[in-house]
């Protein structure tokens, strides 16, 4: 065969150039049709990441994650801005349906922030919030009125963790998600005497209505755990805390000049009273005047080897009438329901009711201190005396018990109206020879082991005397809190 022209060579490159092109192309267009193919099948693909239902007074129509705002679950990351922006954000649903902030699993280190009106705030069962111990995430803010200084130093407070104030409708709750107060590097300050300021709490509401604080775990807080102060309609339900016997003032539930508050289902162990019911200090809780009253505690499990299970003041100068404390667990605690108050408090702690209450293992049953002397500064009035009445326990069982009661009234100020029935004190290995301490009280007691002091058996019904004490058989508005069935779901990407 001859040879190829030089125009037939060059028609062949030109054929095969344009075969390559070709095959490129449908290449091409194949793995841009593979693409769409799977961009298409993303965009139809989800899956529900975070989807629950929770038990609220409240549900919303808005939610977020804290992921949302560029929140950092690794434990090191500070996320104060993150979650203060995400509740600043959210605050613009106040009055269109309310929000929820969820806080997803994760260790989520952070200072303080401040809750909005009808809104929720909720922690996944494996998400634990970290409190930030750079002091600097920390303002200080002013004493409360009815207290005039601080618990632990004359100047303000660092505010708690997590704070809200002039709130209607708050939720903090979870799936028993933590909050961890890393209360350590304030404790040691509270012992060196190092404070210029009162440690900060996890969790305080103030001059707020309608509050739902519950299913969480709270761990090593800085001093108090729980304190609503000024508030109304509050309900503190299946809550966890948990601190160190020896940590100082780690008081679990603290309700302050609140009225209607339920305390339920909680269970405490604690270095200091787990359930301590205040209304202000000397002068300032007087001129303050906010009682605590409708108080309910119903189903509390407490173990505090230093202090008590159900403690009345000692801050209790705006008065506390109508607590009602039934189905009580107390285990080795120092003891079981105490009283609390001095000369220069003024107030009242009147109508309280207890009854269901087994103790294990405690130093005293039963205690009324009338020198408990820790006042703010020298301002107090020495004429201001409080008023102790009408205070009622019945069916109890205590066992081990080293001392079954002591009870001290105020000399020319005496507790009067003491009622008590159907209690069982038994004895530890190791008692007191005198089992009950009796001075400046007054009352009746109805079958009573062991036989109770002098002072509480002129109307011993033995012969003539009670049957039980009392117990309200009413219904507190607090009681008729309704709870809804709230949900949550959030959708991702494949």
């Known amino acids: 065969m001859g040879a190829e022209s030089p125009a037939s060579f060059r028609q062949m490159e030109i054929c095969t150039s344009l075969r390559r092109t070709q095959v490129m192309k449908i290449l091409l267009a194949l793995v841009m049709l593979g693409l769409m193919s799977s961009r298409g099948a993303e965009c139809r693909k989800r899956r529900v990441l975070d989807s629950f239902d929770y038990s609220a007074i409240s549900c919303r129509a808005h939610s977020a994650s804290l992921t949302d705002f560029g929140g950092v679950g690794d434990g090191i990351t500070s996320n104060t801005n993150a979650f203060q922006s995400a509740i600043n954000s959210l ?127 709270l761990v090593n807080s800085p001093a108090w755990n729980v304190h609503p102060v000024y508030s109304s309609n509050v309900v503190v339900k299946g809550i966890t805390i948990t601190a160190p016997i020896t940590s100082p003032n780690t008081d679990g539930i603290n309700p302050d000049s609140c009225s209607n508050v339920r305390i339920e289902d909680c269970y405490i162990i604690s270095g200091d009273d787990c359930v301590a019911v205040k209304s202000g200090w000397d002068e300032y809780g007087i001129a303050y005047g906010m009682p605590t009253k409708g108080l309910i505690i119903r189903r509390l499990t407490c173990i505090s080897p230093y202090s008590a299970v159900i403690a009345l003041g000692s801050e209790m100068s705006g008065g506390i009438q109508d607590v009602r404390a039934e189905d009580i667990v107390a285990i080795n605690s120092e003891s079981g329901v105490r009283i609390k108050t001095a000369v220069g408090r003024g107030g009242y702690v009147k109508d309280i009711y207890v009854k269901g209450m087994t103790m294990k293992t405690m130093k005293w049953a039963l205690w009324m201190t009338g020198n408990y002397g820790s006042h703010p500064d020298p301002h107090y009035d020495p004429k201001a005396l409080p008023v102790i009445q009408g205070i009622n326990y ?101």
């Open 91 to 217: 605050s613009q649903y106040s009055s269109d349906g309310g929000s929820q902030l969820f806080v997803p699993e994760g260790k989520w280190l952070t200072g303080s922030f401040n809750l909005t009106s009808h809104f929720t705030l909720y922690l996944h069962k494996d998400a634990v919030l970290l409190a930030s111990q750079d002091v600097s995430e920390w303002s200080v803010i002013d004493p409360l009125p009815s207290y005039g200084r601080g618990r632990d130093a004359a100047g303000g407070r660092y505010i708690s963790l997590i704070f809200g104030t002039n709130l209607t409708d708050v939720v903090i709750t979870g799936d028993n998600g933590t909050i961890d107060g890393q209360g350590q590097i304030w404790w040691q300050k509270f012992h060196q005497k190092k404070l210029t300021y009162t440690r900060p709490y996890l969790i305080e509401i103030m001059h707020s209505d309608q509050v739902q604080i519950s299913n969480l775990t």
């Open 394 to 494: 019945r069916d109890i069982v205590a066992d081990n018990v080293t001392m079954a009661a002591r009870l001290e009234g105020i000399s020319g100020d005496p507790f009067t109206g003491i009622c008590i029935s159907n209690v069982t004190i038994n004895k530890s290995p190791k008692p007191k020879k005198v089992q009950w301490v009796c001075t400046d009280v007054d009352g009746v007691t109805s079958g009573v082991v062991p036989q109770p002091c002098a002072p509480l058996t002129k109307g011993d019904q033995s012969a003539e005397g009670i049957n039980s004490c009392d117990f309200p058989t009413d219904t507190l508005p607090v009681d008729n809190m309704e709870f809804k069935t709230c949900s949550y779901s959030r959708s991702y990407l494949l």
